[in-house]
């Protein structure tokens, strides 16, 4: 998966609906950890769009319990459809994704490295670590924070033109209804991804916008 330019995802757990997301999405982000049986959903896929698989384990704000979590991810860079895993700096900086990286690297399969705030927004020196820390060990740098003031988005907005004007490739976000509109406008300053619902209902974040909505505000923005 290249990022070099934006990337749309579509996040989902049911790979079925790729087809309604095909006309505004880069990409599907698969939610293995809110699927039933997802190894088998990937391996019967057969849609358009290439697959960014995520197993976000329970302590990061997901469902995925943490044994066999990082394996399922492993299993799921073998399959052709998945471009790119989603896999948590936590996990990387204690080593427990060792395996995991090494096998994306040698199936060519792309890593983000991500990390979540579901509490508030770090000082902005602290997010620049953040971010450089993770894209130490990964293709794309992720933070997405909890924005409660405006003051919180300018410096989510600060770091990311700061790391973007220094070569690495990012990917941000700020959560809740205050940091909203960053998910329109951090592409902007550098943010290399972007990830909406195709339904409303299903978002998987808070302050998602739906996926033609984020798609017609980015494109207006370029």
Not at 42 to 51: C, F, Q, R, V
Request: hydrophobic share 45%; net charge negative; no cysteine.
């Amino acid at each position: 998966m290249d990022f070099d330019s934006f990337v749309l995802a579509a996040a989902t757990a049911d790979l079925t609906d790729e087809p309604a997301a095909r006309e505004h999405a880069d990409a599907l982000e698969f939610r293995m950890d809110l699927a039933n049986d997802p190894l088998s959903a990937l391996e019967t896929y057969d849609g358009e769009l290439p697959i960014l698989a995520t197993n976000r384990a329970e302590w990061e704000g997901g469902e995925a319990a943490e044994e066999g979590r990082l394996a399922a991810l492993a299993e799921a860079t073998g399959i052709d459809a998945v471009e790119a895993i989603d896999v948590e700096l936590a996990s990387i900086l204690d080593g427990e994704a060792d395996d995991l990286l090494e096998t994306a690297r040698e199936r060519g399969v792309a890593v983000i490295a991500s990390a979540h705030d579901f509490e508030g927004t770090p000082p902005r020196g602290e997010m620049v670590k953040t971010l450089t820390e993770a894209r130490k060990y990964a293709d794309v740098a992720k933070l997405a924070v909890t924005a409660t003031s405006t003051w919180d988005t300018l410096a989510l907005l600060s770091a990311t033109e700061q790391l973007t004007a220094h070569g690495d490739t990012v990917a941000t976000m700020a959560m809740g209804e205050t940091g909203s509109h960053t998910r329109a406008v951090a592409p902007v300053y550098g943010s290399k991804i972007g990830y909406a619902p195709v339904d409303p209902a299903d978002a998987t974040a808070p302050g998602q916008y739906d996926l033609e909505t984020l798609s017609r505000l980015v494109a207006a923005l370029e």
